[in-house]
């Protein structure tokens, strides 16, 4: 909607996790350095916490992209099941056999699997998302399967990643065998206020677009609403910039994101983005509505305008049926070489009508002609087969008539099978009949008959 308006490749702000658009602030940055180090040192496992929407999957996914190529991941991102469920789920993303009723089997299946990696040189890491959802069970489960090793090199790497809660589920004594074997471990924070400037600016500036389009007053107020969540800096920038194509604007103002702020939620009370100041009065609110309804008045005075001048335009053409008239004589009088028809005015209506009558009935007489053709080309082409068919019959009974010359020390099978070719020759020359051939197939064909009738009586 507003990607060509403001000069963007395409959207800045999506809820998608796209690890292109990834701003490591200090803190992501730190994480992904943690996140490498556990990857490249082969740590069994490796913990990923943050709230939600901080850029968690986004940075995970950024990491996996800039990894080696002798890394094999399966991605399980659907937590709401149990153990067994998720072993399925693990081996499914392997790409591996699964059996529902032989659990023993699919952990022996995964063992075969990674000692085939290791051997090859590769590596295999599993990352689950949304982790928090696990229950003590399923986190267990995923202990156990750590213990898929040989005595000196660790086949498996597990990558946990989830919401707070996660944390607190690790370190319950519960799973104190879990939280020992976490090598690596890091929770991402939200973004202070600097950093969510310097976030929406590289992203406007990723898109392609201006990096001043955010005044300083609008990004401050984001902040304030957003607390510096990744994902509710996308939202509140998507809505803005909405707003701001709604109402022809090149620059995104307080006033505009504080307007997304009360229609996302009516019975909030308008921010202010310096805490000193009081809130906008009522005032103030009136002059900023009608200065975007005259906003949008000016821009339909536009559109308006250049609406009036494109039916100018089209007023002063020729009328469509003359064009296609005209375009349609051209041609059919360029492929029969006929002499050029003169002009038409726009307002004979009857010579339009003659014209294009007597057009359209030559028209159906070469696509008469055209048909006739094609038929007459399927019929020729039958008739090839059919011919071709008789040949190969020919062809048997000759075969068989030569079989039998040599066969003289059984009389009386062969003169039975001399009867039977016999009888045949009638037969094929009535299918001769029966066609329409050319006095060359014709030919042809009775030559090769009269030939086996000899080769027959002669025996």
């Not at 957003?226 to 910039?241: E, F, H, T």
Request: charged share 25%; hydrophobic share 40%.
């Amino acid at each position: 909607m507003y990607t060509q308006f403001y000069g963007f490749t395409e959207k800045p702000f999506t809820l998608i996790p796209n690890p292109e658009f990834l701003y490591l602030s200090p803190d992501h940055k730190n994480a992904l350095t943690h996140l490498e180090y556990g990857l490249s040192e082969g740590q069994s496992f490796i913990m990923l916490s943050g709230d939600i929407g901080t850029g968690k999957t986004t940075l995970v996914r950024y990491l996996l992209d800039h990894a080696d190529d002798d890394l094999d991941v399966a991605m399980v991102f659907n937590t709401n099941v149990d153990a067994d469920q998720l072993l399925i789920l693990i081996l499914q993303e392997l790409d591996l056999p699964v059996s529902h009723n032989d659990k023993a089997g699919m952990i022996d299946t995964l063992f075969q699997y990674l000692i085939e990696k290791f051997s090859a040189g590769r590596r295999v890491l599993i990352v689950i998302d949304e982790a928090q959802n696990l229950d003590g069970g399923a986190l267990e489960e995923v202990r156990m399967l750590s213990n898929l090793q040989s005595n000196e090199h660790i086949l498996l790497q597990v990558m946990l990643v989830g919401q707070p809660e996660l944390r607190d589920t690790i370190e319950s004594p519960a799973l104190a065998q879990l939280n020992q074997r976490i090598a690596v471990r890091f929770h991402l924070k939200a973004l202070t206020e600097d950093e969510t400037v310097k976030y929406i600016r590289y992203r406007l500036q990723k898109a392609g677009g201006r990096a001043d389009l955010f005044g300083d007053d609008a990004m401050a107020l984001i902040f304030q609403a957003s607390q510096g969540v990744p994902r509710l800096i996308n939202k509140l920038c998507d809505a803005a910039l909405v707003y701001g194509y709604a109402d022809s604007l090149k620059h995104i103002d307080h006033s505009t994101v504080e307007q997304v702020l009360q229609d996302q939620q009516p019975n909030r009370a308008p921010a202010s983005v310096d805490q000193g100041q009081n809130a906008p009065s009522g005032d103030d609110r009136l002059d900023s509505v009608c200065r975007r309804l005259a906003a949008v008045e000016d821009n339909c005075r536009q559109l308006q305008s250049r609406i009036e001048k494109l039916q100018i335009a089209e007023s002063s053409r020729p009328l469509p049926e003359i064009e296609r008239l005209q375009a349609l004589e051209d041609k059919f009088n360029q492929l029969a070489n006929i002499p050029e028809q003169p002009p038409i005015n726009d307002g004979d209506d009857s010579k339009v009508v003659e014209r294009l009558d007597d057009l359209e009935q030559r028209m159906q007489e070469i696509q008469g002609a055209a048909d006739g053709w094609r038929k007459l080309k399927a019929r020729l082409a039958n008739q090839d087969l059919e011919i071709k068919q008789l040949q190969s019959q020919l062809a048997d009974c000759m075969q068989r008539v030569d079989d039998i010359s040599h066969q003289v020390t059984q009389p009386v099978k062969s003169d039975n099978q001399s009867k039977k070719n016999i009888a045949a020759v009638p037969l094929i020359q009535e299918k001769i009949t029966q066609h329409d051939y050319a006095e060359d197939r014709e030919d042809m064909l009775a030559g090769l008959v009269a030939r086996f009738a000899e080769k027959e009586f002669a025996f």
